[in-house]
T-cell receptor, first 116, second 116 residues
């Protein structure tokens, strides 16, 4: 079974600075997807970024980028130029790549606070 | 934003009563999921559907049943609610399986259920 670990329950950062959230996972699969979701106080789950395991290039979406280290089974999220609206819970999630619908396996989340 | 609604958004019920939560999508996506979110656990999959009348269990399916009679609707039923089922319930949809490429899951706004 796959497991996802987020070792930082809470983090804080000053507005405009850069912060990195950590995620490690355990799997015997070779092909899979990794995701970061954001959950602001509104409770809505918002997809931030996705990474395919077969791609060596790290995914980026505007101020959000990942550092994907497949051998180390590490998938960290970097937020640049942090904004107050980035305050949220962030969840790392894993999905196997195979035929048939697949579930997301989530970590327990990191609560990020951006301070003015 | 993906067209996903959940009803009701909030519900308080008594132990032993049946409860049905509804997820409705306007995206015509084939795959639908029910998750529950509890403090310290992240999100965990309850049941999922890979087509009309095609459903399967997730990791925390005990005490829950689902039905999908139309592409757009996925119902989650608690046959006899217990206090341990107090949680926030999220519905999610995806267009295809991981092998199909468009496997991102998009979430509804959630339903907060309290069982007293």
């Amino acid at each position: 079974a796959q497991t996802v670990t987020q070792s930082q329950p809470e983090m804080s950062v000053q507005e405009a600075e850069t912060v990195t959230l950590s995620c490690t996972y355990d799997t015997s699969e070779n092909n899979y997807y990794l995701f970061w979701y954001k959950q602001p106080p509104s409770r809505q789950m918002i997809l931030v970024i996705r990474q395919e395991a077969y791609k060596q290039q790290n995914a980026t979406e505007n101020r959000f980028s990942v550092n994907f280290q497949k051998a180390a089974k590490s998938f960290s999220l970097k937020i640049s130029d942090s904004q107050l609206g980035d305050t949220a819970m962030y969840f790392c999630a894993f999905m196997k790549q195979q035929g048939g619908s697949e579930k997301l396996v989530f970590g327990k989340g990191t609560k990020l606070t951006v301070n003015p | 934003d993906a067209g996903i609604t959940q009803s009701p958004r909030h519900k308080v019920t008594e132990t032993g009563t049946p409860v049905t939560l509804r997820c409705h999508q306007t995206e015509n996506h084939r795959y639908m999921y029910w998750y529950r979110q509890d403090p310290g656990h992240g999100l965990r999959l309850i049941h999922y559907s890979y087509g009309v009348k095609d459903t399967d269990k997730g990791e925390v399916s005990d005490g829950y049943s689902v039905s999908r009679s139309k592409t757009e609707d996925f119902l989650l039923t608690l046959e006899s609610a217990t206090s341990s089922q107090t949680s926030v319930y999220f519905c999610a949809i995806s267009e295809s399986t991981p092998g199909g490429g468009k496997c991102e899951q998009y979430f509804g706004p959630g339903t907060r259920l309290t069982v007293t």
